[in-house]
């Protein structure tokens, strides 16, 4: 199966940046993808660079909406998946939120990002609301697909969840700048979660220079045994395809061994806040 993750800047025009995502899936379509996925608030400006102000929310739109209405009749086309990342209201409340496609169309649901920080260039606290979606796992017609938003894959936690409710493919929606960290340090940390969980992991960056940050690209995709095996460019638009075969996860270390020896048993006491030994 080939899986496609589409990298793109975004403009103030949101109407061209939703124009050039529908072109992108068209276009992957065009090379046999069966799933694409989109980076993190693909189709408008990244807009937690500056504090937030006023009302946000206002910023925001409902899910479902034109945008998935528009990737909807896409998906339906082409009979892919689609996974989306917008900034979303509901209510009084706005969230980071990645609706999935199914390749028939239908809404199959949403993931809302759980774990919400703040600092230069990153003022989220001010834009978002904690997600409430957990961390589901969608049963689509090219797989089991889950989604950690940005900074949720920082959080083992979470990124356990998804192999427990046994995705074969987790997709990263980040909005990564030039500069932030560590040269490869983003990249193992992938590798590691793909390995020690047994799925492929996709992370889909954003591209191109803002108010503040310089997205970086560099899109990639890692395989269940930890290894990269797709790569795209930094610091340009590209789709990134990758040949995955999800029937491998079964077979993959963490499958095979590290679930199954899990203690979960003890891990409750664990976590438990430590108690203070006096001298």
Same mark, same amino acid.
């Given at each position: 199966?080939?899986?496609?993750?589409?990298?793109?800047?975004?403009?103030?025009?949101?109407?061209?940046?939703?124009?050039?995502?529908?072109?992108?899936?068209?276009?992957?379509?065009?090379?046999?993808?069966? %799933?694409?996925?989109?980076?993190?608030?693909?189709?408008? *400006?990244?807009?937690?660079?500056?504090?937030?102000?006023?009302? !946000?929310?206002?910023?925001?739109?409902? %899910?479902?909406?034109?945008?998935?209405?528009?990737?909807?009749?896409?998906?339906?086309?082409?009979?892919?998946?689609?996974?989306?990342?917008?900034?979303?209201?509901?209510? &009084?409340?706005?969230?980071? +939120?990645?609706?999935?496609?199914?390749?028939?169309?239908?809404?199959?649901?949403?993931?809302?990002?759980?774990?919400?920080?703040?600092?230069?260039?990153?003022?989220? #606290?001010?834009?978002?609301?904690?997600?409430?979606?957990?961390? *589901?796992?969608?049963?689509?017609?090219?797989?089991?697909?889950?989604?950690?938003?940005?900074?949720?894959?920082?959080? !083992?936690?979470?990124?356990?969840?998804?192999?427990?409710?046994?995705?074969? &493919?987790?997709? %990263?929606?980040?909005?990564?700048?030039?500069?932030? $960290? !560590?040269?490869? =340090?983003?990249?193992?940390?992938?590798?590691?979660?793909?390995? #020690?969980?047994?799925?492929?992991?996709?992370?889909?960056?954003?591209?191109?220079?803002?108010? +503040? =940050?310089?997205?970086?690209?560099?899109?990639?995709? +890692?395989?269940?045994?930890?290894?990269?095996?797709?790569?795209?460019?930094?610091?340009?638009?590209?789709?990134?395809?990758?040949?995955?075969? &999800?029937?491998?996860?079964?077979?993959?270390?963490?499958?095979?061994?590290?679930?199954?020896?899990?203690? *979960?048993?003890?891990?409750?006491? $664990?976590?438990?806040?430590?108690?203070?030994?006096?001298?």
């Amino acid at each position: 199966m080939k899986i496609a993750l589409v990298q793109q800047h975004a403009t103030p025009d949101r109407s061209d940046n939703i124009r050039r995502g529908l072109a992108a899936v068209d276009e992957a379509a065009g090379r046999g993808a069966s %799933v694409v996925a989109f980076a993190e608030l693909t189709f408008e *400006p990244f807009h937690p660079q500056r504090p937030a102000i006023g009302n !946000p929310a206002s910023l925001a739109e409902t %899910v479902p909406g034109p945008t998935t209405e528009a990737f909807s009749e896409r998906a339906r086309r082409h009979g892919l998946v689609i996974v989306l990342n917008v900034y979303e209201r509901d209510g &009084l409340r706005a969230f980071d +939120c990645s609706p999935v496609i199914d390749a028939d169309g239908r809404l199959l649901g949403r993931t809302r990002m759980i774990h919400i920080t703040d600092y230069a260039c990153f003022h989220e #606290q001010g834009y978002y609301t904690p997600g409430d979606t957990g961390a *589901p796992v969608y049963d689509t017609a090219h797989g089991r697909i889950g989604v950690a938003i940005c900074y949720d894959r920082h959080y !083992p936690e979470y990124m356990r969840a998804l192999a427990i409710a046994a995705a074969d &493919l987790v997709v %990263v929606p980040q909005a990564g700048a030039v500069g932030e $960290w !560590p040269e490869g =340090l983003y990249e193992a940390e992938l590798q590691v979660a793909a390995f #020690q969980n047994g799925y492929y992991t996709a992370l889909c960056n954003r591209v191109g220079q803002e108010e +503040c =940050l310089t997205f970086g690209g560099e899109s990639f995709v +890692c395989a269940p045994n930890g290894r990269v095996i797709a790569r795209a460019a930094a610091a340009q638009d590209a789709i990134l395809y990758a040949d995955v075969d &999800l029937s491998t996860t079964a077979a993959s270390h963490a499958r095979r061994l590290f679930l199954r020896d899990r203690r *979960p048993d003890l891990y409750a006491e $664990w976590i438990q806040p430590p108690s203070v030994v006096r001298r």
